[in-house]
């Protein structure tokens, strides 16, 4: 996780100084955040810059309110749910759900997640609009909302890792902050409906039927406020729900889709190829060989074993002794199957299985115990590989300078043919 410098709070620019003496404060402050920048960006980079941006802007959304909001909460504690729509200061609430929305997305930014991008820019955007109609002037707020909307669009890329467990967590709390500014907005505009919501239930009602766009018309907005309102949350509405099913839905859904199809695809695609059993060490030297001649090689692995296989190998992990695992590795369209499991039982059970599944392909049996061959031999494989025996015979025939040639190989392979 990167590091960031210590966030210093600039001081406010005196009201009282004339407007030349102000632009030269100004002046001074906007030099200094430009060194603290440049000092963040060479620390943590973009997500660094991000972080420090949003934590500033929620800091400066927030600590204003903290008086209005203490009177807030005492109200609705005393009073209950019928005092809330009767607290002026309830118009703050939106102020402290976008700062704590944009404090929120701090680890977010640092651990580059694509998620708190996405609300990242929706809640920048929401943060210099709601601070320009507060003070109706680009204050710090809007400016820090707007430098950290436009790292967030320059720098997108930076932002690209996914975690379904971090995209429904941000995803849960930017619903959720979204929920409680309609609510709660709903009641402070609730003169400005028909019939008026005065209501805690009634408001959240209303929220929900709104940025579900499902409106059934029993509450109506008639003033501009109300209007202005209820349009902020259709949109928002539409924007984080579409955002929550792209983030946490999407990859869930895409990914059974994109398995799904592969599968299908790799299915239809094994036909003259070379099929592997086992996930010893000569059946991965083997495939390791075939695929090295650019040859599709299909390998079914046993479960339970450590694959020794790339991600990027065709590999199915099932028991090789049932038919509709060979028929889904494409053994009757294969060229041949070669069974190099570990024990030589196992080997000799496959390749009966293969020849009774589809008779016409070619099988190979390793062997990994001398002693064994005359048992594998029953079950009458093709091609019948014994490194052990091989190579000693190989071994035996250069020490007594006898000649090696193809034709002694090959009677080496194929036990049927030896006398």
Same mark, same amino acid.
């Given at each position: ?33 430009? $060194? ?8 943590? #980079? ?11 802007? &929620?800091?400066?959304?927030? /600590? +204003? ?86 790292? @967030?669009?320059? =720098? ?17 709390? &930017?619903?959720? *902050?979204?929920?409680?500014? #309609?609510?709660?907005? /709903?009641?402070?505009?609730?003169? &400005? ?12 009602? =209303? ?8 409106? =059934? ?21 539409? *924007? ?9 839905? #999407?990859?869930?859904?895409? #990914? ?14 094994? !036909? ?9 060490? @000569? ?9 090295? $001649? ?9 479960? &339970?074993?450590? *694959? ?12 090789? *002794?049932?038919?509709?695992? @060979? ?47 005359? !048992?594998?031999?029953?079950?009458? +494989? ?7 025996? @091989? ?11 006898? +000649? ?16």
């Amino acid at each position: 996780m990167s590091t960031v410098p210590a966030t210093p709070t600039p001081p406010e620019v005196p009201k009282h100084l004339p407007k030349a003496s102000r632009w030269r404060v100004l002046n001074a402050r906007v030099a200094a955040a430009w $060194r603290f920048a440049v000092k963040v960006w060479s620390q943590g #980079g973009p997500q660094g810059l991000a972080a420090v941006l949003a934590l500033l802007s &929620g800091v400066l959304q927030i /600590s +204003p309110q903290f008086r209005h909001l203490r009177l807030a909460v005492l109200g609705i504690v005393q009073r209950g749910a019928e005092g809330i729509s009767g607290l002026a200061d309830l118009a703050t609430f939106p102020h402290v759900v976008i700062g704590a929305g944009l404090i929120l997305m701090i680890p977010g930014f640092l651990l580059r997640a694509r998620v708190a991008w996405v609300l990242g820019l929706l809640l920048s955007v929401l943060s210099a609009g709601l601070a320009f109609w507060a003070t109706r002037r680009p204050d710090a707020t809007v400016v820090l909302s707007a430098a950290l909307l436009l790292v @967030l669009l320059v =720098y997108g890329r930076h932002f690209s890792r996914s975690s379904l467990a971090a995209s429904s967590l941000f995803a849960l709390l &930017g619903v959720g *902050s979204l929920l409680i500014y #309609g609510t709660l907005g /709903s009641l402070w505009f609730g003169a &400005g409906y028909t019939p008026p919501i005065h209501s805690l239930p009634t408001a959240f009602y =209303y929220t929900i039927e709104t940025m579900s766009t499902v409106g =059934y018309g029993d509450i109506v907005p008639h003033t501009l406020q109300a209007r202005m309102f209820t349009v902020s949350m259709i949109v928002l509405g539409i *924007s984080v729900f579409a955002t929550t099913l792209s983030v946490v839905i #999407g990859p869930v859904v895409g #990914g059974s889709l994109k398995r799904a199809l592969e599968g299908k695809m790799q299915k239809e695609q094994r !036909k003259n190829h070379y099929v592997i059993i086992g996930a010893s060490s @000569l059946a991965y030297a083997m495939w390791k060989e075939l695929t090295s $001649r650019n040859v599709p090689v299909t390998v079914i692995a046993p479960v &339970g074993s450590s *694959s020794p296989y790339p991600e990027s190998a065709d590999v199915i992990t099932a028991d090789a *002794s049932r038919n509709e695992v @060979l028929e889904l590795a494409g053994v009757p369209q294969a060229k041949a199957v070669l069974t190099l499991r570990d024990d030589d039982a196992e080997n000799a059970f496959a390749v009966l299985a293969v020849k009774e599944l589809a008779p016409g392909v070619k099988t190979i049996a390793g062997v990994n115990d001398v002693r064994h061959v005359s !048992k594998i031999r029953r079950v009458q +494989p093709d091609v019948l590989f014994a490194p052990q025996l @091989l190579g000693s015979q190989l071994l035996a025939r250069d020490l007594f300078e006898e +000649p090696i040639d193809n034709d002694t190989v090959h009677k080496l392979l194929f036990p049927q043919k030896q006398p």
